[in-house]
């Protein structure tokens, strides 16, 4: 009777736990007013579409019950720049020509334009970074596969797997006349060699920027929640990440069973004003991706 006893105080004790944990993985983060001081970035894993799909969650039915949620979401931020990650209309191999949801979320919002998004042929289309032209001027952008040959277009991952790349692009700010640098990433989910790689090509890649003075973002799917060897190794190359609990990956079932995996870091001369916030909004029960969105608000110097 006491093991039973014992056994059922440590089961209410776990309960009671695993629904605190809970609480903090599911905690709605209503978005502030956006101010005219300071600089709101996103970033928003949108989840592929298969166009040879007719039916399914990730194929052409799927999407037209996802879209309308998605533009609803995306106007909610009211984000000057939204890193974007798998963002593409899968066919086959490499082929970029058809991308729907750039397309669709264009249409719907003519104040966005959209940067690092192709033409396929010469620049990986499936990472753009949207961004406000009212505001944003673009300088320069390119790209980077997570690959022992990293400049070279669709090169395959560090164990051999499909390619995954960061894209970025340099932006002048019309209101400060700030100049920064956005790093758009999505390392891989299942290999710790090709994650830990991409992090650490990532840091070397920023770290010229940074050393020459420029503020720098990364923004993106890390695959890799707050405490991870990856996000870690990005750190240390001189970037800052604030706390996100909230579960920014929900399986497409709303299950929450992890902090974070999409976060923005920052570099040089930029202060966080207000963030992360995890948007974890549904349109009419409908959730638009796997993934939520993440926002922070900026002042760059």
Same mark, same amino acid.
């Given at each position: 009777?006491?093991?039973? %006893? *014992?056994?059922?105080?440590?089961?209410?004790?776990?309960?009671?736990?695993?629904? !605190?944990?809970?609480?903090?993985?599911?905690?709605?983060?209503?978005?502030?007013?956006?101010?005219?001081?300071?600089?709101?970035?996103?970033?928003?894993?949108?989840?592929?579409?298969?166009?040879?799909?007719?039916?399914?969650?990730?194929?052409?039915?799927?999407?037209?019950?996802? %879209? &309308?949620?998605?533009?609803?979401?995306? %106007?909610?931020?009211?984000?000057?720049?939204?890193?974007?990650?798998?963002?593409?209309?899968?066919?086959?191999?490499?082929? $970029?020509?058809?991308?729907?949801?750039?397309? #669709?979320?264009?249409?719907?919002?003519?104040?966005?334009?959209?940067?690092?998004?192709?033409?396929?042929?010469?620049?990986?289309?499936?990472?753009?970074?949207?961004?406000?032209?009212?505001?944003? &001027?673009?300088?320069?952008?390119?790209?980077?596969?997570?690959?022992?040959?990293?400049?070279?277009? #669709?090169? *395959?991952?560090?164990?051999?797997?499909?390619?995954?790349?960061?894209?970025?692009?340099? +932006?002048?700010?019309?209101?400060?006349?700030?100049?920064?640098?956005?790093?758009?990433?999505?390392?891989? &989910?299942?290999?710790?060699?090709?994650?830990?790689?991409?992090?650490?090509?990532?840091?070397? *890649?920023?770290?010229?920027?940074?050393?020459?003075?420029?503020?720098? +973002?990364?923004?993106?799917? +890390?695959?890799? +929640?707050?405490?991870?060897?990856?996000? !870690?190794?990005?750190?240390?190359?001189?970037?800052?990440?604030?706390?996100?609990?909230?579960?920014?990956?929900?399986?497409?079932?709303?299950?929450?069973?992890?902090?974070?995996?999409?976060?923005?870091?920052?570099?040089?001369?930029?202060?966080?004003? &207000? $963030?992360?916030?995890?948007?974890?909004?549904?349109?009419?029960?409908?959730?638009?991706?796997?993934?939520?969105?993440?926002?922070?608000?900026?002042?760059?110097?």
């Amino acid at each position: 009777m006491r093991r039973l %006893k *014992r056994f059922g105080a440590w089961f209410a004790l776990g309960l009671v736990a695993f629904v !605190g944990w809970q609480g903090v993985l599911w905690s709605p983060q209503p978005l502030p007013e956006r101010s005219a001081e300071t600089l709101r970035i996103a970033s928003w894993n949108v989840h592929y579409i298969w166009l040879g799909q007719s039916e399914g969650r990730w194929g052409l039915a799927g999407w037209e019950a996802r %879209k &309308a949620p998605m533009d609803a979401v995306l %106007k909610s931020l009211e984000a000057d720049v939204i890193a974007f990650q798998e963002m593409e209309s899968f066919s086959r191999g490499s082929d $970029g020509s058809v991308n729907l949801t750039r397309d #669709y979320l264009l249409a719907q919002n003519p104040g966005y334009a959209a940067a690092a998004a192709g033409p396929w042929q010469a620049f990986p289309p499936t990472q753009p970074i949207f961004y406000r032209p009212e505001r944003l &001027a673009v300088l320069d952008e390119g790209w980077f596969f997570f690959s022992s040959t990293p400049d070279i277009l #669709y090169a *395959r991952g560090f164990n051999g797997a499909p390619p995954s790349f960061a894209s970025w692009v340099q +932006f002048r700010d019309a209101q400060t006349g700030a100049v920064f640098r956005v790093i758009n990433v999505h390392f891989d &989910a299942l290999s710790l060699r090709n994650r830990q790689g991409a992090a650490r090509l990532t840091a070397e *890649r920023a770290g010229d920027w940074i050393a020459a003075g420029e503020a720098v +973002f990364v923004a993106g799917d +890390f695959n890799a +929640f707050r405490g991870m060897r990856a996000l !870690g190794m990005v750190r240390e190359g001189g970037f800052t990440f604030a706390p996100a609990w909230a579960a920014s990956f929900h399986f497409d079932r709303g299950i929450h069973l992890f902090p974070a995996i999409d976060h923005i870091g920052w570099s040089g001369a930029s202060v966080r004003q &207000a $963030g992360p916030f995890v948007v974890q909004d549904r349109v009419n029960g409908i959730a638009p991706s796997d993934h939520y969105p993440v926002v922070l608000d900026f002042v760059v110097e």
